[in-house]
């Protein structure tokens, strides 16, 4: 009996060994190791890619144009989280006449829309501002260079207020570094930051933090923010995910995201696996709501129309769109037959009335 259980144990161990050997190894890049992008990425390590046999591996980054950089270049990124206003800036470039951004974006392909990212305003306690349309002349700190967080700033600033925001009031340091200007040495007024609620970065905050520091409403009513909601999406923080930092509700604003892939040629090794991805994220979605990263309960399984100039990569949306019907068809109801007043019981039951 011992030799059978040595037997089955070295069976099951060489099984799992043959499969972390056929597993090919992928990587989809994130955002900073304090916010949500990363847990998504960690979640579809987790809950997807070992189904499509991919050891996926979820890389920190500056953040979306980084993200943009890094799978149009860097060898095994093969999937990237990137806000929505990042693609169409990169986009809005091409259009215009630039050749770089066009031969950054023109191969990129979107996998499927996710879940609306808040941006945060953060000012310190005792700051005069209440609401975001009130800080053309703040001092802000837009985040580092290369983050979706320093385009989403500057772009909603220029279109709120219908300028670029001057050189002389951005700063572009990190979320940590950024916030100890604002509440020690005062040399910044507005600190942004970009994360899917519950963001770490707040969740993280004592109790004691209501002294130092209070987030800005967004009024979706003021002239100004109407303009910004043309690119953005109203939204509402709420102070459940943050109990230690605030009393109530705050309306805000927020940005999409979405998962982008490259436009791999079918015949290609990297395609072949990106569609058994696809079809794992449609079949293991569920355990994705249910264990994944509270924004993936934001998150819809389909494939909306996009805008001008975007395009899914179609390999891994047939994949997902079968897959879906599948679902779709397993789900619906069986029409009812109705019994046969005249047929006995035991012949209904061995299926022998018409």
């Not at 043959?18 to 990587?27: L, M, R, T």
């Not at 095994?76 to 990137?82: D, E, F, I, P, R």
């Not at 109990?243 to 982008?260: H, R, S, T, W």
Request: net charge positive; glycine share 4%.
């Amino acid at each position: 009996m011992r030799i059978v259980r040595i037997a089955v144990a070295l069976a099951c161990t060489w099984a799992a060994l043959a499969a972390q050997a056929a597993a090919v190894e992928y990587k989809i890049v994130t955002a900073s190791e304090r916010g949500t992008y990363i847990q998504i990425g960690r979640d579809l390590a987790r809950f997807v890619a070992p189904e499509a046999d991919i050891a996926l591996e979820a890389l920190p980054s500056a953040g979306s144009s980084e993200n943009v950089m890094r799978l149009r270049s860097e060898p095994g990124v093969k999937l990237a989280l990137v806000q929505s206003d990042v693609y169409q800036a990169f986009l809005d470039k091409a259009t215009a006449g630039n050749p770089q951004a066009a031969e950054t974006i023109r191969p990129l392909r979107v996998v499927m829309p996710l879940y609306n990212e808040e941006i945060y305003f953060i000012t310190r306690a005792d700051s005069p501002l209440q609401s975001v349309h009130e800080i053309r002349d703040a001092r802000i700190n837009v985040g580092p260079l290369l983050s979706g967080t320093a385009l989403s700033a500057t772009t909603l600033y220029k279109q709120m207020f219908g300028k670029p925001l001057p050189d002389g009031q951005a700063s572009y340091l990190s979320n940590e570094d950024a916030l100890v200007k604002l509440t020690v040495d005062k040399s910044i007024d507005v600190v942004v930051a970009v994360a899917g609620q519950p963001a770490k970065l707040l969740v993280d905050m004592k109790p004691e933090a209501r002294q130092l520091i209070r987030l800005l409403k967004f009024d979706a009513s003021h002239p100004a923010s109407k303009a910004a909601l043309q690119t953005y999406f109203p939204s509402v923080i709420k102070a459940s995910n943050y109990p230690n930092l605030l009393p109530e509700d705050v309306p805000g604003v927020a940005v999409k995201a979405f998962l982008v892939t490259y436009n791999f040629a079918p015949s290609a090794t990297s395609s072949f696996y990106l569609n058994r991805f696809a079809r794992s994220l449609c079949r293991n979605f569920p355990t994705l709501q249910a264990e994944g990263h509270p924004k993936w309960k934001e998150v819809t399984l389909a494939l909306p129309p996009l805008g001008k100039g975007w395009s899914y990569y179609a390999p891994m949306a047939r994949e997902m769109s079968a897959c879906m019907g599948e679902q779709q068809q397993a789900a619906a109801p069986r029409p009812v037959t109705p019994v046969n007043a005249q047929c006995a019981q035991q012949d209904r039951i061995l299926g022998l009335c018409k």
